[in-house]
């Protein structure tokens, strides 16, 4: 498949003034800067963003667990800043809300993901800012969303897993329940963020006018459950925690190797015949117990035990081998060093270095790439994250026309950060 860099990438021009800061705000702002867009994110002066202060930080020698000099990164604030430019900028101050609004003809899109009513307060709400500038995409991912009992509530991801139904689906049927190893929440909300701000430009297009994108954490996980209703569940007394196993289909589980554990799903009933001869039982297929799917789940635990028993004696590649050979669904279960030396991992090219705006290339440290892909275009290839307001004095001058006298004087008032 031949490459056309030519073209250029999906946002080449779009301009996103970036608010946000943490996790999920600043994770979606990576997204679209990977895409092309020009993302200027916007952090307060001699501080930035919170997640600045996060550890482990990446430093000339590599990752530490301690900040030692001011050149010392969050290597969070790495990962999810690559690609972008940083100012900073002090909203609270008429100077730099000025700066802001000076800003605003310039770009196309604002994302923030403060609590509501904290932009209404600073100056910078939507409604504002739509009167200025009638073709803005005005994003804002929150916890809760704009409305209803909890919009005001402070939401972090576990809390979002809590509230959602996601850690009562998460563990073993008779453990307490238990929050996803992944920060779902953070991390699926700025993928919805993504599809509403690039939906939003699209309309654009057609119309001429701008639109208010409105994700909510809460929202997001609720509609991934499940495709049954809730009610569902709720009314056969269903419970959606089941550990390793799906609750539609058996066999489908994790099952100890001789050195690890091995995920096999068998979800069409010729996976299932194939399973039966695979561990030496053919007759199975007839047993009325496990003839069917639904006869396998009144069956579930005699299910899993039968596969464990030929699991157990035999390495994880073993069983990946003869399972793949014939044709049922199997996997390796994964530790993170396994993962990382992952040749499928290597061949796709989705780890690269992470990379310091001073130092370069991290000593034994990488981040994963974007993860999408298109034929005629070279995959992203963004520049490091930025120190904290290295972009200031360019953009201001660049894009505003200041002199170097005003922005000393921007310095001296605290507005903005000095070189």
């Known amino acids: 498949m031949s490459l056309h860099p030519a073209r250029g990438r999906p946002l080449d021009g779009i301009v996103i003034l970036d608010l946000s800061q943490a996790a999920a705000g600043p994770i979606c702002g990576s997204y679209l800067a990977a895409m092309g867009a020009e993302v200027i994110k916007i952090e307060r002066p001699g501080y930035g963003d919170m997640a600045r202060r996060t550890p482990p930080y990446a430093t000339a020698h590599g990752i530490r667990a301690q900040r030692t000099v001011p050149e010392d990164i969050s290597s969070v604030v790495l990962k999810r800043n690559r690609g972008k430019k940083s100012i900073t900028l002090d909203l609270q101050k008429p100077e730099g809300l000025k700066i802001f609004l000076d800003l605003l003809p310039q770009a196309d899109v604002v994302l923030e993901n403060f609590r509501p009513g904290v932009s209404t307060k600073l100056g910078i709400d939507y409604e504002r800012l739509i009167e200025l500038k009638p073709d803005l995409i005005y994003c804002s991912i929150t916890g809760f969303g704009m409305s209803g009992p909890y919009k005001t509530w402070s939401a972090f991801d576990t809390i979002i897993q809590g509230m959602t139904g996601v850690m009562a689906a998460t563990g073993q049927p008779d453990g307490p329940p238990t929050k996803a190893g992944l920060l779902v929440g953070d991390t699926v909300a700025p993928l919805y963020a993504m599809i509403g701000i690039m939906a939003a430009l699209r309309m654009r297009e057609r119309t001429g006018l701008g639109e208010f994108v409105e994700v909510s954490m809460f929202d997001c996980l609720v509609s991934m459950l499940w495709d049954e209703p ?24 994790s ?36 003839a069917s799917m639904e006869a396998r789940l009144d069956h579930v635990a005699e299910v899993d035990a039968l596969v464990e028993a030929w699991t157990a004696t035999r390495t994880r590649a073993e069983i990946v081998e003869r399972c793949q050979a014939d044709s049922i669904p199997c996997g390796p279960i994964s530790e993170l060093p396994d993962l990382i030396a992952d040749p499928h991992l290597q061949a796709r090219g989705l780890l690269k270095p992470l990379m310091h705006p001073l130092h370069g290339a991290i000593p034994g440290a990488h981040a994963v790439d974007f993860p999408v892909r298109y034929g005629n275009m070279p995959p992203p290839d963004p520049a490091p994250a930025p120190m904290l307001g290295q972009h200031t004095v360019a953009i201001l001058q660049e894009r505003l026309k200041l002199s170097r006298e005003q922005i000393d004087k921007l310095v001296a008032l605290g507005v903005i950060d000095g070189e």
Do not use: T
């Open 255 to 290: 099952y100890p190797a001789s050195d690890g554990h091995v995920v096999i799903c068998a979800g069409q009933q010729d996976h299932w015949i194939r399973v039966c001869k695979l561990i030496g039982r053919p007759e199975l297929v007839e047993d009325p117990r496990y």
């Open 230 to 253: 809730l009610e569902y569940f709720a009314a056969n007394d269903i419970r959606m925690r089941s550990g390793n196993r799906f609750l539609r289909m058996a066999p489908w589980n």
